[in-house]
């Protein structure tokens, strides 16, 4: 069998609403889908993290920079063609981009694998230790409105969030550390007492204003404190974690097995949250999921982008071991953003459904059990949002 194309489609659509976090606001959603082509007609779908003009960049990546290096290749040897794409780009990447564009083209062999074999990728890993994930909703975006309209719109959308079915809900801070505490304030009135509710900064703060927040979250115990400070500042995290009494949660900004290595031995994290569309693949996430345990922190995995993220998300949740194991072990959950995304609802011919499986089983979804990723993205509906460069 051999690879014979590796095609990049970046997706775009102007969402009803601007949408904004700690560092920027923005008007579009955007997805980058890879498609991996072989001589035996089999395809495999994979997705790079990177939004916007990222995604039109890491395209350019996958189709003139990686695509060169494998065509030909086996696609059932993915490790190798890992490593031959990772030392080829070694003194250009090691993190960022390139990885993001050699996460895609992984996982879409990952696909192939798992559709030669007629086994979903968790049968592949080793099996599946759950077959149904919770999940937690997120919203909660910042808004070029007022901090009293943020207010209220925050605690209106955190009990919106519960009564979906979610069984906990994330929130966005980033209007400066006064203002945010009274955000989560409000995000916990809005869910109640015994509702678990999770706060992510995407590291807006310096360490001293980062304690000043964690320090009014630990009387309003949240789940997590998420990216309280920059990804490279590890004596930040591990202050912090050392200094705090909640969760502190990161690593959706950090790469492959040696980027990976420092954070963990760093002792920064109770929660790792790494990004398989981002940080090198499936290939490199089950190695990641390996150091995270092997220094026994849990993992609940970062998730944006489209319905072949999710999936591919699904497949790893369920292939997590419980860590430690126990009658009522710990449980990880998938992450969903509960704002508008198409190519999360409609780019599948069967959609995954996640808000009416939510609804329906009061916060669980099930694990796809098809082969490779189990799902099947629909060719005219990529075709009607492709954007070119
Ligand atoms: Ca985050």
Known sequence: MKITAVKSHVLAYDLPEELGYSQLYYAKRTAHL?????????TGWGECFGPGNIALAN?????????????????????????????????????????????????????IAGKVAGLPVHKLIGGAHRREVRAYGYGMMLKRESL??????????????????????????????????????????GVGDDFPFMVDAN??????????????????????????????DLDGYRELRA????????????????????????????????????????????RVLTLCHAHFTPVINHVWGSAVSVAANLQLLAAIPAMP???????????????DNKFRDEL??????????????????QVPTGAGLGIEPDRDYIERFTVSE
């Not at 082509?37 to 089999?42: K, Q, Y």
């Not at 809900?169 to 409000?186: F, H, I, R, T």
């Open 348 to 365: 599948l011919k069967e959609p995954l459904d996640i808000q009416g499986q939510v609804k329906s089983t009061g916060g669980m979804v």
């Open 148 to 189: 009293e309209d943020h207010i209220a719109r925050f605690a209106d959308e955190a009990a919106a969030i519960k009564d979906m079915g979610f069984t906990a809900a994330k929130m966005k801070v980033g209007l400066g550390p006064k203002n945010d505490v009274k955000l989560c304030q409000a995000v916990r009135r």
């Open 34 to 42: 890879v498609e991996v082509e072989t001589d035996e007609g089999v």
């Open 243 to 286: 200094g705090l009494s909640i969760n502190i949660s990161g690593g959706e900004a950090e790469f492959g097995r040696w980027g990976w290595r420092q954070l963990l031995e760093n002792r920064g994290l109770d929660i790792a949250q790494p990004e398989v569309c981002g940080l090198g693949g499936i290939t490199e996430y089950l």
């Open 59 to 111: 395209k350019g990546i996958v189709e003139k920079v990686i695509q060169p290096m494998i065509l030909g290749d086996d696609p059932l040897d993915r490790d190798v063609i890992w490593h031959k794409v990772y030392n080829m780009t070694r003194d250009h990447g090691q993190k960022g981009m390139p990885i993001q564009s050699l996460s895609g083209v992984d996982i879409a062999l990952w696909d």
């Open 325 to 339: 194991g126990g009658l009522h072990p710990w449980q990880p959950y998938l992450e969903f953003d509960t704002t």
């Open 203 to 232: 590291h807006c703060y310096t360490t001293s204003d980062a304690f000043y927040v964690g320090r009014a979250l630990e009387e309003l115990e949240p789940y997590w404190f998420e990216e309280p400070v920059a990804p490279e």
